[in-house]
């Protein structure tokens, strides 16, 4: 693997880090600062709103300042979201806690970069392997952020605040980490064809020429299902273990930090079944989890049932997503890299961001099953998706070889 892989791999693990100390305590810290029970995972849903409205922002500045820059200022962005945090858990004001959340989603919009500039640094046979590298960095967040968020916690009298003075800590070590990311080594991933074989690039297509191939829709789909489902149920589980049930802040915190690990351990085998097995298979197998988690957290409240059924929710989103972020460079040129992953990106966090908010109003309003059962008509969606995709090109191949 390249240097920047690497680099990628371990700024990963530690800007990622953030992400799961604010989906652990987002939503416990909002249920007692919101003004009302059904804006509980309002401040995890700024975040995910943050990364959605981000997007498009992000990936026009990199390309124009390119993805060095951009990677630096991002993790500060985030380092600042954890003094907003501080102020406003310390003030109680649920308002300012909200936009912490928002803040650190507008960086996190950077870090979802990563995956994209790790492809570009690859040759393409290596481009699903650097994908799925870059995000085992998630799988060291799964193990530092809840920690970190449960000590931060015991290290000062006002609760949560040292929890969000690591996430400051965390997101400075990532910066330092990407001040060594060498832009100068960027390589495209398909480079063996079209505008690769020259030096003269292909003028960009219109984006509704691209969009008019299934597989497109295929891939984002996988991506964009895979992340909203995945938040839709992981926002609700810790409000409706802690707050509902009664389960213990280290038995939420166990279930968590087990559903993240879940989410990034697959990535050091997903790229190599991917390449074996193809994006197809892997999205199959991905939905088939997904059933299996709804199936595991519809028949009881126990412990078990919440670890066995986040744990599959991970590893169903691992192989979704990652089949969605190799599948996607196949079907656009590197001048149309920005304008593709920028569209791709706002669906998957668009999608996101509005499961997110509506989690705590569907768990409140409608309760857990509803919540679980409102999932099976996406995985439906994108299971019609990929017939669209199998029958066009079954098509098509038809029409080449009469």
């Not at 169903?316 to 569209?343: C, D």
């Not at 509803?370 to 995985?379: A, N, Q, R, T």
Request: proline residues 4%.
């Amino acid at each position: 693997m390249a240097k920047n892989v690497w680099i990628l791999t371990l700024a990963q693990a530690f800007a990622m880090s953030a992400t799961p100390m604010m989906m652990l305590l987002g939503g416990i810290i909002g249920a007692k600062l919101a003004p009302s029970e059904a804006l509980a995972t309002l401040p995890i849903a700024s975040m995910v709103i943050g990364v959605a409205l981000s997007v498009v922002p992000v990936s026009r500045l990199m390309r124009r300042f390119g993805r060095k820059p951009l990677f630096i200022a991002g993790a500060l962005w985030a380092a600042i979201s954890g003094g907003v945090a501080i102020i406003a858990t310390g003030q109680q004001w649920f308002a300012l806690f909200c936009l912490s959340g928002f803040m650190l989603g507008s960086a996190g919009a950077v870090v979802q970069q990563y995956r994209f500039a790790a492809m570009e640094s690859v040759s393409a046979e290596l481009a699903p392997k650097a994908a799925s590298r870059v995000l085992v960095g998630g799988l060291v967040a799964a193990f530092v952020g809840p920690e970190l968020a449960v000590l931060g916690g015991e290290l000062i009298s006002l609760p949560y605040v040292g929890a969000f003075m690591f996430l400051s800590l965390v997101s400075l070590g990532a910066a330092i980490i990407l001040s060594f990311y060498d832009s100068q080594a960027e390589v495209t991933q398909q480079q063996a064809s079209d505008d690769r074989l020259d030096s003269t690039p292909v003028s960009p297509r219109p984006l509704i020429h691209i969009l008019a191939t299934p597989g497109v829709w295929v891939a984002i789909s996988a991506a964009t299902i895979g992340y909203a489902l995945m938040s839709f149920v992981m926002t609700a589980t810790p409000l409706h273990m802690h707050h509902i049930e009664h389960h213990s802040l280290a038995d939420t915190k166990w279930v968590i930090q087990s559903h993240i690990i879940a989410m990034y351990l697959p990535s050091l085998f997903s790229g190599y079944l991917i390449a074996k097995w193809g994006t197809s298979k892997m999205m199959l197998i991905g939905l088939l989890a997904y059933v299996v988690t709804i199936v595991v957290a519809l028949m009881g409240a126990e412990l078990l049932n919440y670890w066995l059924a986040l744990v599959l929710l991970g590893i169903g989103w691992n192989f979704l997503f990652v089949s969605g972020t190799v599948l996607l460079p196949r079907y656009y040129a590197r001048s149309e890299r920005y304008s593709m992953q920028s569209f791709n990106d706002s669906f998957v966090f668009g999608a996101q961001a509005i499961a997110s908010l509506s989690a705590g109003w569907v768990i409140h309003l409608l309760g857990w099953q509803v919540l679980l059962l409102s999932c099976i008509p996406f995985i439906a969606l994108h299971l019609l998706l990929m017939a669209w995709q199998y029958f066009y090109s079954k098509q098509a191949s038809a029409v080449e070889n009469s």
